[in-house]
């Protein structure tokens, strides 16, 4: 007889959204899930990311590295080095909030995480068309659009989605010149769960040459919901939590999939 599929929990961005997170656990406790992990952004934005970062390493919840977390390991170290705050408040708030061996902890997260029994990759951000799982960039913790030939960069996406360095081009004017979102290029057999760009309900997006890119960022910090997405075997489904209010402004990426 086959042995049952394990089903597996991937919890989108909880970005220091912590009583969310905790409301959302409670939830997931009555499945009984294998194994619950974190798709990356734990910190940044919400109120409490040093409580979101002790709630996961307290219950042994393993999770990728997501972009944030990149970007506070820099930052924690060179308050470390320097012995000045961060010019951005947001940064230097959770930097307070983390103690040292969180720090150590973050740093040493994956950058994918891939469950070959189930079929099913773990990334924050994207994946490179026929590039092996195992030979993916480090970039794949930003990993937004793309162009297959040129690896490791991304554009943001989204119809507000101009960020300085970007020559002021948007989503479309970036995809004249190549350029795509990830997913929409996903060429790789395992299933694969994502965070980092942002939609207004879970994403399942379908390819007739791939496996499903489900993505699970629901925007908690920005009055979304904190999601995470159940692979059994079967259909992917999702449990989630409503924000309690808008925590950060959503000043650049669009909450939504057009």
């Known amino acids: ?17 912590l009583d969310e997170l905790v409301l959302l656990y409670k939830k997931l406790e009555w499945l009984s899930l294998d194994e619950i992990w974190g798709a990356g952004d734990l910190v940044d934005r919400g ?7 002790q709630f996961f390493r307290e ?12 970007s506070i390991v820099n930052t924690f170290e060179f308050m470390q080095r320097s012995g000045k705050a961060p010019s951005n408040a947001d940064k230097a708030r959770t930097c307070q909030q983390l103690k040292k061996d969180d720090v150590l ?8 995480h891939v469950f070959d029994d189930r079929k099913l990759v773990i990334v924050h951000g994207g994946l490179w068309p026929t590039i092996p799982l195992y030979a993916q960039p480090l970039n794949v913790i930003r990993a937004q659009m793309i162009k297959p030939g ?21 989503e479309d004017e970036w995809r004249k010149l190549g350029w795509e979102r990830w997913y929409k290029l996903y060429d790789h057999e395992y299933d694969c ?66």
């Not at 007889?1 to 959204?17: N, T, W």
């Not at 393993?62 to 972009?67: C, E, L, S």
């Not at 009055?223 to 950060?248: C, H, L, N, Q, R």
Request: net charge positive.
């Open 150 to 170: 040129i690896v490791g960069q991304s554009k943001w996406w989204g119809k507000d989605a101009i960020k300085q360095g970007d020559d002021g081009k948007n």
């Open 47 to 53: 109120p409490d990311s040093g409580g979101v970062v």
């Open 193 to 258: 769960v994502f965070g980092h760009s942002v939609f207004n309900q879970p994403l399942i997006h379908r390819s007739n040459r791939a496996g499903l890119c489900v993505g699970v960022d629901t925007g908690s910090c920005f009055g979304g919901s904190v999601t995470a997405g159940i692979f059994d075997g079967g259909e992917p489904w999702f449990v989630s939590v409503k924000a309690k209010k808008v925590y950060f402004e959503l000043t650049r990426r669009l909450i939504g999939e057009e």
């Open 1 to 17: 007889m086959d042995k049952p599929a394990r089903r597996i929990a991937v919890i989108g961005d909880v970005h220091g959204c």
């Open 59 to 70: 219950n042994n919840l393993p999770t990728v590295k997501g972009n944030h977390e990149d």
């Open 105 to 112: 902890w973050l740093k040493e997260l994956p950058k994918i």
